[in-house]
Every structure is written in C-alpha cells, then in structure tokens.
C-alpha cells in the first residue's frame, strides 16, 4: 500500500507564510513527478505546482513568483513553500505523486488526503 501524508497547514494572515509537506510511504519503487493541487470551496481542483524527478518545476500563474516546490527524492516527500499569502490562496491542498510500486509496474496517480490552508486576519 501506498500512502501520500501531507501536513503543515493551517490559519495564516494575508502576506504570511506557510509550508506544506507531503511525504510518501510503502511500497514505493519508483516516482516520477509530483504535484501540489488546491480545491477552494465550490471550484474544481486546480493544479497549483509540479516537480518532475529531475527537479524541473512548473507553476500555475496565480502561485509563480510566490511559491516554491520541492522535493527530496531520498525521503519521497515534496514540499510546498507559500509566501505573501493572500485570502484567495484558502484552499484544501492535495499532494499528488505519479509513480510506480514495482520495476516492471505502470505510473499510477496517488492522491494524500489534503490539508486546509486558511489565509484570513
């Protein structure tokens, strides 16, 4: 079994600053990219940033310039740096990691069980 265990959110003033984390474990062979997606209240999930094992990054508009991913491919975790936050930021963050369990397996999508980010004064 595998599981993707974020943590690190929570209630944050506007301009602030958090860090999410999400680290994965069991039977973990291999992982390609991983991923951070955010789901506000009454919006479809939206992918927020994506790190590939090779450490290429990409970012949605909204997060570029003030987030920053992560990961260490040692501990298979990722991570998620937030700064200047802002109210439209509140979100339940997901964790998402493609991989696979064995040598010979295909690339599966992996989803943690998100965290709540709340940017509020």
């Known amino acids: 079994q595998v599981q993707l265990v974020e943590s690190g959110g929570g209630l944050v003033q506007p301009g602030g600053s958090l860090r999410l984390s999400c680290a994965g474990s069991?039977?973990?062979?291999?992982?390609?990219?991983m991923a951070w997606y955010r789901q506000a209240p009454g919006k479809e999930r939206e992918l927020v940033a994506h790190?590939?094992?090779?450490?290429?990054?990409e970012y949605s508009g909204s997060a570029k310039g003030r987030f920053t991913i992560s990961r260490d491919n040692a501990k298979d975790t990722v991570y998620l740096q937030m700064s200047s936050l802002k109210s439209e930021d509140t979100a339940v963050y997901y964790c998402?990691?493609?991989?696979?369990?064995?040598?010979?397996?295909?690339?599966?999508?992996?989803w943690g069980q998100g965290t709540q980010v709340t940017v509020s004064s």
């Open positions: 998402n990691a493609r991989l696979r369990t064995t040598s010979s397996g295909w690339y599966k999508d992996y």
């Open positions: 069991g039977s973990i062979f291999s992982i390609n990219y």
């Open positions: 790190i590939t094992s090779g450490g290429n990054t």
